[in-house]
């Protein structure tokens, strides 16, 4: 099984642009019932689970052969 090794700067960023966005999103009150507000236990919950969950999608799809070459199986013959 192989494991990747992703750049910690990069997780950082997108752990970031999610919370950020996500939190814009609850504040503006389009999927949550106040707005106005920001739900804080949320969003820590969110934070704490973002790098898990992404980092086992880069091991599924590192190792799971037909993932890299998902674009060509899928490509229509023109």
């Known amino acids: 099984m192989r494991l990747p ?3 910690p700067k990069t ?5 970031a642009t999610v ?4 939190a814009v999103i609850q504040y503006v009150g389009v999927f ?3 707005s106005g507000e920001l739900d804080l236990t949320y969003l820590a919950t ?14 599924v799809t590192e190792n799971v052969a ?4 998902w674009d060509e ?6």
């Open 5 to 7: 090794r992703p750049a």
């Open 11 to 15: 997780y950082l960023g997108t752990i």
């Open 19 to 22: 919370l950020a966005t996500i």
């Open 32 to 34: 949550f019932e106040a």
């Open 46 to 59: 969110i934070g704490l689970i973002l790098p898990f969950s992404t980092y086992l999608l880069a091991v």
């Open 66 to 69: 037909f993932l890299p070459g």
């Open 73 to 78: 199986m899928n490509r229509s013959e023109q």
